[in-house]
């Protein structure tokens, strides 16, 4: 059965590669794919409305950071989860995120805490809702991680996060599939609030917290081995 394509953001002024990369990175992301869906260069070109040559340069680069995995024949896919897979990226996504919190934290930092407070009103305006909206929340939740991320002063350590949210991805898919019991978590406010007063052990143990929280959540959406 063919899978369909997650919806698709209007043009920006980018070049063809860079447009496609940013909208396939972001879609595994965001779990949009199913894992295992083979990426069809026919069907992605007719997507965007471009040649072959910037969604194979896309691919490849994905292939690279091990976002998506290539087959003999060029056959391009979704990497297939289970719990091991889940397991091995929170562990090094658990260090990545401590040492990018830690480098936020050390010294207090209130304006940095309003701009979160900012955000997770959003999110959890979402929470609250009668019937949550999953893609708003994993959007948003990326907003206000990544916030903080971004503000670490160390680029490489950002580009490492990023390609293991990315690699993380499909293991969200299984969540849209059925209801989702959102958790009422406090682990953001407990982020905003040692960013705040300047308390780095605090922030590593709440963003450890909430990346764990929601490992439970994705393990238990996933398919039996």
């Not at 471009?50 to 087959?71: D, N």
């Not at 480098?103 to 949550?132: C, G, H, W, Y």
């Not at 939740?141 to 990315?166: D, K």
């Amino acid at each position: 059965m063919t899978q369909p394509l997650p919806g698709i953001k209007p043009r920006e002024r980018v070049s063809d590669l860079d447009y496609v990369y940013s909208q396939l990175s972001r879609a595994i992301m965001m779990g949009e794919f199913e894992p295992g869906q083979k990426l069809k260069l026919k069907e992605l070109s007719a997507a965007f409305n471009t040649s072959h040559m910037p969604i194979r340069e896309a691919l490849a680069r994905l292939t690279v950071a091990q976002v998506v995995t290539t087959e003999p024949r060029r056959s391009v896919h979704v990497p297939f989860v289970n719990c091991k897979r889940l397991s091995d990226l929170i562990e090094v996504r658990i260090k990545l995120e401590r040492m990018a919190i830690t480098l936020v934290s050390t010294v207090p930092d209130p304006q940095m805490a309003l701009e979160l407070e900012a955000i997770n009103k959003r999110f959890e305006t979402v929470l609250q809702a009668q019937e949550p909206d999953f893609k708003a929340y994993l959007a948003i939740n990326h907003e206000f991680h990544f916030a903080i991320y971004n503000s670490c002063g160390n680029p490489e350590l950002i580009n490492l996060i990023e390609q293991m949210w990315m690699r993380y991805g499909p293991l969200l898919h299984g969540l849209r599939q059925g209801p989702t019991k959102f958790a009422q978590r406090d682990h953001h406010r407990e982020m905003i609030e040692a960013i705040r007063s300047g308390k780095p052990k605090a922030a590593r143990d709440a963003i450890e917290s909430d990346l764990r929280d929601a490992a439970v959540q994705i393990a238990a959406a996933l398919p039996d081995e």
